[in-house]
């Protein structure tokens, strides 16, 4: 079994920032990619950041240059620094983890998710 918790989302100002974490716990042998995905009201889940194990990144073209993904392998944890932040990023941020485990092989698992709010 594995788990992700999400924490850090929040209320703040347009241009405001925050930094959003997600640690993963459980049987866990090796971490691949992890990413934060976010989803607003109405919307499609998206993919916002991707980060490998060797600290490859992806980021989306809408918060390429205000946001940035990095990891800690020790940790088993990834981050979201998040600048600049617009009304438009207001979303559920959810953390996902591709993991290998000890008993159950390898699956992506989800974060339950934390409520970001940019608004003034």
């Known amino acids: 079994q594995v788990q992700l918790v999400e924490s850090g989302g929040g209320l703040v100002q347009p241009g405001g920032s925050l930094r959003l974490s997600c640690a993963a716990s459980?049987?866990?042998?090796?971490?691949?990619?992890m990413g934060w995905y976010r989803q607003a009201p109405g919307k499609q889940r998206e993919l916002v950041a991707a980060i490998s194990s060797g600290g490859s990144t992806n980021t989306a073209d809408s918060v390429k240059g205000r946001f940035t993904i990095s990891r800690d392998n020790a940790k088993n944890t990834v981050y979201l620094q998040m600048n600049s932040l617009k009304p438009e990023d207001t979303a559920v941020y959810y953390c996902?983890?591709?993991?290998?485990?000890?008993?159950?092989?390898?699956?992506?698992?989800w974060g339950q998710g934390t409520q970001v709010t940019v608004s003034s």
């Open positions: 996902n983890a591709d993991v290998v485990t000890y008993y159950s092989g390898r699956f992506g698992s």
């Open positions: 459980g049987s866990i042998l090796s971490i691949y990619t």
